[in-house]
């Protein structure tokens, strides 16, 4: 058994679905140091956006699309809207005062909806790349589909969700907290 919802986490003060990847160039930059700036102003927000974030997620991207679309997933954009599966106390205090948008699964068509477990940063198999170690489990270097889901869960169980709001060495943890779902297109945004 699994959540039969998503959930999309974004700063308060901020739209969701707001994605970095949409951006280029010197707009690109100027939010990434917003962010950065941000999080050293304020001690509860903690993620992080160092330098070679971009071209970590450029390549995690370009990987996970390309699989998706292998497994008969028709993406519509270039780069996904992302969700959890269910909800996570993680992800959500991983910043001051989220927001989220929940959605059911049943909203979802099949074609539009990829799934990694865990985060598709870790799953794509990039971060070694990047000088953070990743023990290699079954599921990772995989994209799996909406109608995959209850096999994954079935196969590898859900992810135990972390609530201890420690976030000072997250990206050297192991980082098995959250199935990660992929909306390949804009349909979320009808919602909000």
Not at 25 to 34: D, N, R, S
Not at 44 to 50: C, L, S
Not at 124 to 129: A, C, I, T
């Amino acid at each position: 058994m699994y959540p039969k919802f998503v959930t999309h986490y974004h700063l308060s003060d901020k739209k969701p679905f707001l994605n970095l990847s949409d951006l280029g160039g010197k707009e690109l930059t100027k939010v990434i140091e917003a962010l950065e700036n941000r999080r050293k102003k304020c001690d509860d927000f903690n993620r992080v956006y160092g330098g070679k974030y971009m071209e970590l997620r450029k390549k995690t991207e370009d990987k996970l699309r390309k699989l998706f679309i292998d497994a008969g997933g028709k993406p519509q954009r270039k780069s996904p809207h992302y969700f959890v599966l269910g909800e996570s106390f993680w992800f959500k205090h991983l910043c001051p005062n989220t927001a989220e948008v929940r959605i059911p699964l049943s909203y979802f068509s099949n074609d539009s909806v990829s799934i990694t477990y865990p985060d598709s940063l870790v799953s794509m198999g990039y971060m070694p790349d990047f000088g953070l170690s990743v023990e290699q489990k079954p599921y990772h270097n995989r994209v799996f589909k909406l109608e995959d889901l209850n096999w994954v869960v079935e196969k590898f169980g859900l992810p135990r969700d972390d609530c201890r709001k420690e976030y000072k060495n997250y990206i050297n943890e192991e980082f098995e907290k959250f199935i990660e779902v992929q909306v390949w297109d804009d349909s979320p945004l009808d919602l909000v």
